[in-house]
């Protein structure tokens, strides 16, 4: 598990591709503290396991389910990425629960400055949108972040000069490819008062009648 603070950000030193799937070494510092072989970081929001360590860098197999959901099928040489660790038991939980599964991807359609912030708004498609409420928590990159506004076709974050100096994201761009994760809490919550497969439209089968048949509201 993640909390969607990032420790540092690396750079892509190489991509080994096979058929459908590929190996990633990443150039890093900090992450590699006390890290063995077996562990999980995060690379843009991709939990990947560490398979082999150098002094300065790691690799990590990427399989074809990952490269068809998120960003590092396009990844190359000199690509730089967002990097977080797994949180320690003693931890501090700082962000959000971030599983490091991508829900899907999204694009940067607007940056916009305001004052000492920077709003970046995300075009994806419904399927991410489901989930995003305002003032909810999302993981951009793998960075944990609030959803300031929300519209039918995306959403919108500000960004303090301290995220977007550490992270990837202060150096994206208009066009760019994001990888999103949606709050799990969400999920789950829907999974399980629902108890059905996941609907085909853009809509939640949560409502009034079935909230008050499950004893969270009453009548009067």
């Known amino acids: 598990m993640f909390t969607g603070i990032v420790e540092e950000t690396g750079t892509v030193a190489s991509v080994r591709r096979g058929a459908s799937s590929a190996v990633l070494t990443v150039s890093a510092r900090k992450v590699l503290e006390g890290t063995k072989i077996g562990d999980s970081i995060a690379v843009n929001g991709v939990c990947l396991t560490v398979t082999a360590l150098s002094g300065n860098s790691f690799s990590a197999d ?22 977080e660790r797994a949180m320690a038991a003693d931890g501090r939980f700082g962000g959000h629960i971030v599983s490091g599964h991508i829900d899907g991807t999204g694009v940067i359609s607007d940056i916009r400055r305001d004052d000492n912030a920077v709003w970046y708004t995300i075009r994806t498609d419904s399927r991410i949108m489901r989930y995003i409420v305002e003032k909810g928590s999302v993981a951009i990159d793998g960075i944990s972040l609030t959803v300031a506004r929300v519209t039918d076709e995306g959403f919108s974050v500000s960004v303090i000069p301290h995220t977007a100096k550490q992270t990837v994201l202060g150096g994206g761009k208009k066009g760019d490819t994001v990888n999103l994760e949606n709050d799990i809490i969400a999920k ?14 853009n809509e939640s089968r949560i409502n009034m009648e079935l909230l008050m048949r499950n004893g969270f509201l009453t009548e009067g």
Do not use: F, W
Request: with cysteine; charged share 20%.
């Open 62 to 83: 990427v399989m074809h389910e990952t490269l068809d959901r998120s960003s590092l099928s396009s990844a190359s040489a000199g690509t730089p990425v967002n990097l």
């Open 188 to 201: 789950y919550t829907e999974k399980l008062i629902c108890g059905q497969a996941e609907p085909q439209k």
